[in-house]
Protein backbone atom coordinates (compact mmCIF):
# COMPACT_ATOMS: atom_id res chain seq x y z
CA UNK A 1 0.00 0.00 0.00
CA UNK A 2 1.20 3.45 -0.96
CA UNK A 3 1.36 6.17 1.23
CA UNK A 4 -1.22 8.06 -1.35
CA UNK A 5 -3.76 5.60 -1.13
CA UNK A 6 -6.58 6.31 1.12
CA UNK A 7 -7.38 3.73 4.03
CA UNK A 8 -9.55 1.11 3.66
CA UNK A 9 -12.96 1.71 4.80
CA UNK A 10 -14.73 -0.77 7.08
CA UNK A 11 -18.73 -0.80 7.24
CA UNK A 12 -20.74 -3.40 9.03
CA UNK A 13 -23.72 -4.97 6.98
CA UNK A 14 -26.16 -7.24 7.48
CA UNK A 15 -26.49 -10.44 5.41
CA UNK A 16 -29.23 -12.80 5.26
CA UNK A 17 -30.74 -15.11 2.50
CA UNK A 18 -34.29 -13.53 1.75
CA UNK A 19 -36.87 -15.65 -0.76
CA UNK A 20 -37.64 -14.02 -4.23
CA UNK A 21 -41.80 -13.66 -4.05
CA UNK A 22 -42.73 -14.28 -7.54
CA UNK A 23 -41.34 -17.98 -7.98
CA UNK A 24 -43.48 -18.90 -4.52
CA UNK A 25 -46.64 -17.15 -6.11
CA UNK A 26 -46.21 -19.15 -9.59
CA UNK A 27 -45.59 -22.37 -8.08
CA UNK A 28 -48.57 -21.85 -5.67
CA UNK A 29 -50.89 -20.91 -8.84
CA UNK A 30 -49.53 -23.97 -10.46
CA UNK A 31 -50.32 -26.46 -8.05
CA UNK A 32 -53.90 -24.52 -7.85
CA UNK A 33 -54.45 -25.69 -11.58
CA UNK A 34 -53.31 -28.87 -10.76
CA UNK A 35 -55.67 -29.38 -8.10
CA UNK A 36 -58.23 -27.63 -10.26
CA UNK A 37 -57.67 -29.88 -13.06
CA UNK A 38 -57.69 -33.30 -10.59
CA UNK A 39 -60.97 -31.36 -9.28
CA UNK A 40 -62.56 -30.87 -12.31
CA UNK A 41 -61.95 -34.33 -14.18
CA UNK A 42 -61.14 -36.89 -11.70
CA UNK A 43 -64.07 -36.20 -9.87
CA UNK A 44 -68.12 -37.35 -11.26
CA UNK A 45 -69.93 -34.07 -12.09
CA UNK A 46 -73.61 -33.11 -12.72
CA UNK A 47 -74.39 -33.93 -16.15
CA UNK A 48 -75.86 -30.02 -16.44
CA UNK A 49 -72.74 -28.16 -16.28
CA UNK A 50 -69.39 -29.36 -19.22
CA UNK A 51 -65.93 -30.04 -17.44
CA UNK A 52 -64.27 -27.78 -18.89
CA UNK A 53 -66.02 -24.95 -17.95
CA UNK A 54 -66.03 -26.76 -14.14
CA UNK A 55 -62.29 -26.78 -14.70
CA UNK A 56 -62.00 -22.97 -15.31
CA UNK A 57 -64.01 -21.96 -12.59
CA UNK A 58 -62.28 -23.86 -10.54
CA UNK A 59 -58.64 -23.42 -12.04
CA UNK A 60 -59.42 -19.32 -11.44
CA UNK A 61 -60.42 -19.54 -7.71
CA UNK A 62 -58.04 -22.47 -6.96
CA UNK A 63 -54.90 -21.00 -9.01
CA UNK A 64 -55.98 -17.24 -6.59
CA UNK A 65 -56.10 -19.78 -3.56
CA UNK A 66 -52.45 -21.28 -4.79
CA UNK A 67 -51.05 -18.31 -4.95
CA UNK A 68 -52.09 -16.50 -1.84
CA UNK A 69 -50.73 -19.85 -0.17
CA UNK A 70 -47.24 -19.53 -2.11
CA UNK A 71 -46.98 -16.09 -0.57
CA UNK A 72 -47.63 -16.80 3.03
CA UNK A 73 -45.03 -19.17 2.68
CA UNK A 74 -42.95 -16.91 0.96
CA UNK A 75 -43.80 -14.28 4.08
CA UNK A 76 -43.05 -17.17 6.37
CA UNK A 77 -39.57 -18.14 5.37
CA UNK A 78 -38.72 -14.08 5.24
CA UNK A 79 -39.57 -13.75 8.31
CA UNK A 80 -37.71 -16.65 9.05
CA UNK A 81 -34.53 -15.41 7.53
CA UNK A 82 -34.75 -11.85 9.44
CA UNK A 83 -34.17 -14.02 12.34
CA UNK A 84 -31.31 -15.65 11.28
CA UNK A 85 -29.51 -12.52 9.61
CA UNK A 86 -25.75 -12.44 10.60
CA UNK A 87 -24.10 -9.13 10.64
CA UNK A 88 -20.27 -8.94 9.13
CA UNK A 89 -17.79 -6.11 8.98
CA UNK A 90 -17.12 -5.79 5.28
CA UNK A 91 -13.71 -3.60 4.38
CA UNK A 92 -13.15 -1.60 0.45
CA UNK A 93 -10.04 -2.90 -1.64
CA UNK A 94 -8.60 -0.32 -3.58
CA UNK A 95 -8.21 -1.37 -7.35
CA UNK A 96 -4.23 -3.08 -7.59
CA UNK A 97 -4.39 -1.40 -11.28
CA UNK A 98 -6.15 1.30 -12.60
CA UNK A 99 -8.86 0.05 -15.54
CA UNK A 100 -7.32 0.92 -19.05
CA UNK A 101 -10.18 0.82 -20.98
CA UNK A 102 -13.47 1.85 -18.77
CA UNK A 103 -16.87 1.12 -20.09
CA UNK A 104 -18.81 3.58 -21.09
Known amino acids: MSLNEPPAERREVTVRRAPKFVPFLVLGALLGFAAAAVAAYAVPGDAEFD ?3 VFGFLMITFGAAGAVLG ?3 ALLLDRR ?7 AVVESVPDSEPDTNPQD
Open 51 to 53: PGA
Open 71 to 73: AVV
Open 81 to 87: SVRKQER
